[in-house]
């Protein structure tokens, strides 16, 4: 018998076939060391966040994308609360736009539901122990999102900066395509990048960043 203490877990998910797979999954594992112990099911966010504080569970498996609210809402709000229970999300979902809001709001872990039995219970385990764990396709993603310039960091080209001075003068693309002799079409392939890279959406907006970071002026 170990004297390890049992890992108690709260499992969030919107479909009921799979907290019920999850729950037999743990239950069945109890004689593991440690052993764990499912203190209840939530299908939502809001409800993830209620039975956490009533339960105070060790971990919280959490889904992402719920009907009744979503995961990483829920992340955002137990962390807010200074909840003690570490969450590990475990999702079908493995794109830029569920991994990093995830993270970013607190999650120790992110797996995906087709990761092997054993690597969830090691998951489960490190999770429980403060220890960071990811899916080799989440690390991968999450390496890239750090090496990859967020828009509004990355730098202009000494023609971007060309093209920008002479929007902030009031100059139309005929007149920049002349003045710097290149087509019209170039022009405008130059004031997508720049859009891009200062995080505006029109070229007034492109000024106004630019005299705000101190790129123009």
Do not use: C, Q
Request: no cysteine.
């Amino acid at each position: 018998m170990t004297t390890e203490p049992l890992i108690t877990l709260l499992i969030v998910d919107d479909h009921p076939v799979v907290r019920d797979g999850l729950r037999g999954m743990f239950e069945s594992a109890s004689g593991a060391s440690p052993g764990f112990r499912v203190l209840g099911e939530a299908a939502s966010g809001p409800e993830a966040v209620a039975r956490a504080a009533e339960l105070d569970p060790d971990v919280i498996l959490m889904d992402l994308r719920m009907p009744g609210g979503s995961g990483v809402a829920a992340i955002r709000e137990l962390t807010r609360r200074g909840a003690r229970a570490k969450v590990l999300v475990l999702t079908t979902y493995d794109t830029d736009s569920d991994t990093l809001p995830a993270i970013e709001a607190g999650a120790t872990g992110y797996l995906l539901k087709d990761a092997p039995r054993d690597e969830l219970f090691t998951a489960v385990r490190a999770a429980a122990e403060g220890r960071t764990v990811l899916s080799p396709a989440v690390a991968s993603r999450l390496v890239r999102a750090v090496r990859t310039p967020a828009p509004g960091n990355e730098p202009l080209s000494a023609r971007e900066r060309e093209v920008l001075t002479l929007v902030a003068r009031g100059t139309s693309n005929r007149e920049i395509a002349r003045e710097l002799f290149i087509s019209e079409a170039t022009v405008k392939t130059h004031l997508t990048h720049l859009y891009t890279k200062l995080g505006a959406k029109d070229r007034a907006a492109a000024v106004a960043a630019a005299y705000d970071r101190g790129i123009l002026g």
